[in-house]
């Protein structure tokens, strides 16, 4: 299964934080560590996977080949087609690499880092996720913006009746490509239909209405299984987003939003980078001290 990470700059490079949600330094406090999880990221995926796929723009190509030297096996420089979309739209980028696959993939996000091979069950699993979510915070907000002011929500959706499922797309990817077809067409459609009908949205947390809640809906719609890597969502909060647990704890760490925002998670990041590839790391450094980055 060929593995993928997409990195879409427009999003990284908003200045300031005006939502929760935004993904200005890639979600982190300071953009040095979004340079180290970038890095961390890539180096422990290449130590299990030699074919890992970057999907990414001319800018992003710049800075993660370029001058991070990361070591993906194929990039491709398409993401610029997106540049008139809305930096809150991040998400766009990551449906963007789904959509132009050929293979089964796993499309594994910067924030990610591994210390293991991902499963066997994945390697012919039609649909993956990373887990199922309930009433995360944001959905119901979205939901009640979507249904009162969108010219079109796609028939998958359903109106809302009790608690709000999706999935976290931390990683994301099976071997059901006319499904991620459909899926990604209908995700540009749902966003491009409604371009003008966002002016009160919150679309920091509308990123994961069309990416996590429409994925389960369709699957849901389709009867079609997903196959979680964490089966238990309360796992997640004990064993895969505090680096103090890794690797004796947990082969799996997501930095999901909250946990990014947090001093110490950057601290921790910074140090295991050091320890696992100082070469790497002093590199950083040098381009930040030569304002390179």
């Known amino acids: 299964m060929k593995i993928v990470q997409s990195y879409w700059s427009k999003p990284s490079n908003k200045q300031g934080r005006l939502h929760p949600n935004d993904r200005n330094l890639g979600g982190w406090l300071e953009k040095k560590f ?9 180096h422990q995926l290449n130590k299990f996977y030699p074919n890992i796929e970057l999907v990414t723009d001319e800018e992003g190509y710049e800075l993660l080949i370029n001058k991070l030297e990361l070591p993906y096996s194929n990039v491709r420089v398409e993401l610029n087609q997106l540049d008139d979309y809305h930096s809150d739209l991040w998400a766009l980028g990551k ?5 132009v696959q050929d293979e089964p993939f796993l499309h594994v996000d910067g924030d ?3 210390w293991d091979y991902f499963p066997d069950t994945f390697k012919n699993a039609k649909l993956i996720a990373q887990n199922q979510d309930k009433d995360e915070p944001g959905y119901a907000e979205v939901y009640k913006y979507v249904f009162k002011n969108f010219d079109f929500i796609p028939k998958e959706i359903p ?7 999706s999935v976290n797309a931390g990683v994301f990817g099976g071997s059901d490509l006319t499904f991620f077809k459909d899926y990604t067409s209908l995700v540009f459609e749902f966003v491009d239909r409604n371009l003008n009908r966002m002016e009160g949205l919150n679309r920091g947390a509308f990123n994961m209405f069309y990416e996590q809640l429409l994925f389960y809906c369709m699957a ?10 964490v089966d238990d969502e309360r796992l997640l ?3 895969h987003v505090n680096f103090a ?7 799996y760490l997501h930095s999901v939003g909250s946990f990014k925002r947090r001093k110490e998670t950057g601290k921790l990041l910074e140090y295991t980078i050091k320890n696992y590839y100082p070469e790497r790391y002093y590199h950083l450094k040098d381009l930040l001290w030569q304002n390179k980055i």
């Not at 849901?220 to 890597?229: G, N, P, S, T, V």
């Open 34 to 42: 979004n340079y180290m999880s970038w890095i961390l990221s890539c």
């Open 95 to 99: 449906i963007y690499a789904y959509g």
């Open 112 to 114: 990610v880092f591994i």
């Open 159 to 165: 109106v809302r009746n009790g608690a709000i499922f």
């Open 220 to 229: 849901k719609d389709r009867q079609q299984e997903i196959e979680f890597l």
């Open 237 to 239: 909060l004990d064993k």
């Open 245 to 251: 647990g890794i690797p004796s704890n947990s082969n």
